[in-house]
């Protein structure tokens, strides 16, 4: 097991700059995330720590060595890919075992081996199969185990999950995170999907156009976003954003006029507010009122979206709550939870006006 380290690397295609200047520390044994939209740079990462991209720019380190030159397989990482990457002329047995006739070990040892990584992820009913003859999350799984046959340095999965149904991807998140919890081996996980990040994830890097737009804890993250990127991104259903003007400690839209003590100075500001931190209260002496839009049950809640002005904001209201379309509605935003952002920037503003630098 060991760190990983990335010191200012760029990745360029021709002309084009898919990362600039990354910048990014990986622990001993942490689960590193990096989430981000189609494109952002997550896999060309993955690739150049993997040894199958070379940077344009600046330093890769495993442990203490600079990898920048090192072949692929001198490197000590294992990679499970979004489509698995498995031989389909191989049994079960023989793909889990590869990783280790390649490095020649014997057969008495490599069935041994075997057979332990395949027991970790319920697959030994099926060593004798093709892959052909297993499902998907049987597959994935037997990408999973050919990857932990062997203690390697570093993991990395790119989006292993994401050819797989809904309720599968949810019992095999446990999965990995119980593994990689289990083995300690350094990890870095590839993901667009917010949720997967958020539950895997030591620390989170939230990437946009090539930048590590943040890096922190999922909490962190959760409750602190730095910039107007990451707010929108995180959160399901996102962030609410309103755009409006902060003047003498309350901010001010159509339809909103809202005491904040905390909100210091004055301009052109967007206030964010979560879904589960707003309360729909009566509309009489509200500060944010208007017309509910939608109301829609999704089981453990109700999604309540109340046009205020121009804008549509979604407040999550307990089961029981009952309102209608067209009903006038107040909503009462938890004072403590307001996120507010620099609209010409996009920067998080501290409550303490201080404006946060993306990523620190
Ligand atoms: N070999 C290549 N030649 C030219 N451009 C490339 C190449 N590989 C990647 N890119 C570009 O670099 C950018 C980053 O690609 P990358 O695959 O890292 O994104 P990603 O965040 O992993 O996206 P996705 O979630 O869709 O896999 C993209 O704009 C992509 O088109």
Same mark, same amino acid.
């Given at each position: 097991?060991?760190?990983?380290?990335?010191?200012?690397?760029?990745?360029?295609?021709?002309?084009?700059?898919?990362?600039?200047?990354?910048?990014?520390? !990986?622990?001993?044994?942490?689960?590193?995330?990096?989430?981000? @939209?189609?494109?952002?740079?997550?896999?060309?990462?993955?690739?150049?720590?993997?040894?199958?991209?070379?940077?344009?720019?600046?330093? !890769?380190?495993?442990?203490?060595?600079?990898?920048?030159?090192?072949?692929?397989?001198?490197?000590?990482?294992?990679?499970?890919?979004? =489509?698995?990457?498995?031989?389909?002329?191989?049994?079960?047995?023989? =793909?889990?075992?590869?990783?280790?006739?390649?490095?020649? !070990?014997?057969?008495?040892?490599?069935?041994?081996?075997?057979?332990?990584?395949?027991?970790?992820?319920?697959?030994?009913?099926?060593?004798?199969?093709? @892959?052909?003859?297993?499902?998907?999350?049987?597959?994935?799984?037997?990408?999973?185990?050919?990857?932990?046959?062997?203690?390697?340095?570093?993991?990395?999965?790119?989006?292993?999950?994401? =050819?797989?149904?809904?309720?599968?991807?949810?019992?095999?998140?446990?999965?990995?995170?119980?593994?990689?919890?289990?083995?300690?081996?350094?990890?870095?996980?590839?993901?667009?999907?917010?949720?997967?990040?958020?539950?895997?994830?030591?620390?989170?890097?939230?990437?946009?156009?090539?930048?590590?737009?943040?890096?922190?804890?999922?909490?962190?993250?959760?409750?602190?976003?730095?910039?107007?990127?990451?707010?929108?991104?995180?959160?399901?259903?996102?962030?609410?954003?309103?755009?409006?003007?902060?003047?003498?400690?309350?901010?001010?839209?159509?339809?909103?006029?809202?005491?904040?003590?905390?909100?210091?100075?004055?301009?052109?500001?967007?206030?964010?507010?979560? @879904?589960?931190?707003?309360?729909?209260?009566?509309?009489?002496?509200?500060?944010?009122?208007?017309?509910?839009?939608?109301?829609?049950?999704?089981?453990?809640?109700?999604?309540?979206?109340?046009?205020?002005?121009?804008?549509?904001?979604?407040?999550?209201?307990?089961?029981?709550?009952?309102?209608?379309?067209?009903?006038?509605?107040?909503?009462?935003?938890?004072?403590?939870?307001?996120?507010?952002?620099?609209?010409?920037?996009?920067?998080?503003?501290?409550?303490?006006?201080?404006?946060?630098?993306?990523?620190?």
């Amino acid at each position: 097991m060991a760190s990983v380290t990335l010191k200012n690397v760029a990745k360029r295609f021709g002309h084009f700059t898919a990362l600039e200047e990354l910048n990014l520390s !990986i622990g001993d044994g942490e689960f590193l995330v990096l989430l981000g @939209p189609s494109g952002c740079g997550k896999t060309t990462t993955m690739r150049m720590v993997a040894g199958l991209e070379h940077p344009s720019g600046g330093e !890769i380190r495993i442990g203490e060595r600079l990898v920048n030159d090192m072949q692929p397989k001198d490197r000590d990482v294992a990679m499970v890919f979004q =489509n698995y990457g498995l031989y389909p002329h191989m049994s079960v047995e023989q =793909n889990i075992g590869y990783p280790l006739k390649v490095r020649g !070990i014997g057969k008495v040892d490599r069935a041994a081996k075997v057979r332990i990584a395949a027991e970790k992820v319920e697959l030994g009913p099926l060593l004798a199969r093709k @892959p052909r003859q297993l499902s998907g999350g049987q597959r994935q799984r037997v990408a999973l185990a050919r990857v932990i046959v062997r203690t390697p340095q570093v993991f990395l999965m790119d989006e292993p999950l994401s =050819n797989l149904d809904a309720k599968l991807r949810v019992t095999m998140r446990a999965e990995i995170k119980h593994l990689q919890h289990e083995l300690g081996v350094t990890t870095i996980y590839v993901t667009h999907d917010q949720i997967e990040a958020m539950t895997l994830a030591d620390r989170v890097a939230v990437m946009n156009q090539g930048r590590i737009q943040q890096l922190g804890t999922p909490e962190e993250i959760y409750d602190r976003p730095a910039n107007l990127f990451v707010a929108g991104f995180i959160g399901s259903p996102p962030m609410n954003l309103i755009d409006g003007n902060v003047s003498e400690g309350r901010f001010r839209a159509p339809g909103v006029s809202l005491s904040a003590p905390d909100f210091r100075g004055s301009g052109v500001r967007v206030l964010g507010i979560r @879904p589960e931190d707003i309360e729909v209260v009566d509309p009489q002496g509200a500060e944010i009122a208007g017309s509910i839009y939608a109301v829609e049950l999704t089981g453990e809640s109700n999604l309540v979206t109340v046009m205020i002005g121009t804008n549509r904001v979604i407040a999550r209201a307990p089961r029981s709550w009952r309102g209608k379309i067209g009903e006038k509605a107040g909503l009462r935003p938890e004072s403590t939870r307001l996120h507010l952002f620099d609209r010409e920037t996009g920067m998080r503003i501290e409550p303490d006006g201080v404006r946060r630098v993306a990523g620190k």
